[in-house]
C-alpha cells in the first residue's frame, strides 16, 4: 500500500484526479423479513460527481441508510449496480469512508488511538500529525487519553468522525452523524465538515431528517419517496458559498425548504 503525503497541495492535485464518481442504475435492494421479502429500494438511479455534497431527505425507513450501504460496499444489490470511477462497487475499500447513527468505537482504545486507528492503517507517514489535527478540530484534545466510556454520547460520535475524516477518503459517506450532538456543537460540527470538503474536496454523501441542515451543507438534495425507497426530487441547492448560519433567513433558503418538506410531508403521509 502506498505511503500517503499529506502536503494539501499534493492532496489536493491529487483528489482533482482520483475523486470518487458516484453512479447507480436500477438499483434494488430485497431484505427476507418475517417469511415475506420486502422491498427497501426500487429503481433508484442517481449520478454524483466528483468532489460533489449531496444530501439525502426522506421519510423514516425509505432506505436512505439502505442507499448508503450499498455504496459503501457493506449490503448488496438484489438487482441493478452501484459504480465509484466507473467500477462496480462489490465490497468495502479503503477510499470509501462511512460514519454511522451511532459510534463504532474500539472500547479499549482511546480517543487518540481511535482516532490514529485509520491514518496507520493507510500507513500515512504523518499519522500522529494527522491524529493531532483532527483532534483540535472535534475539540477533543483535552480528552485524548479518555476511553469511549468516559465520554459522553455526542463526544463518542465527534470522535467517530473524525476517525473517519483523518484518513482523507475520495468519498465520505454519512448517516445522520451530527444526529446525536447538542444544537450549539452541530452547528460547529457542520461548519467543520465544510472546512474540510473545501480543502480536501472530497465527494459527500450525506443523510439527514433535518432540512436546514441539509440544505446549509449540500450542492444538491435527494429527496426519496416512501418505501421502497427511489428518488423522486433531485434539486440544485442555489445558495452560494461560502456558507453562514445567516442563511437560515434567506428568502432562497426559505423557499428551498419549502419544496422539500412538500415532498417530504407527502411521502410520510403514504405510510399512514
Known sequence: MTTINKDPETIRARNRKTLGAIKTEDLEVIFPSNGLDVMALKKTDLTISSGEFVCILGPSGCGKSTLLNVIAGFVDATSGSAFLDGNKI?????????????HSLLPWKTVRENIALGPELIKDNEATKTTDHFLDMVGLKKFE??????????????VGIARAMATYPKVLLMDEPFGALDYQTR?????????LWAEFNSTVLFVTHDTD???FLSDRILVMSASPGRVVLDIENPLPRPRTQLIFTDPAFIE?????????????MQLR
Open 145 to 158: 487519553h479518555h476511553y469511549p466510556e468516559q465520554l459522553s454520547g455526542g463526544m463518542q460520535q465527534r
Open 256 to 268: 428551498l425548504k419549502r419544496r422539500c418538506m412538500e415532498i417530504i410531508i407527502k411521502e410520510s
Open 187 to 195: 452547528l460547529v460540527m457542520q461548519e467543520h465538515l465544510l472546512q
Open 90 to 102: 462489490e465490497s468495502p475499500g479503503s477510499e470509501r469512508s462511512m460514519v454511522f447513527q451511532q
Open 213 to 215: 441542515e441539509a440544505i
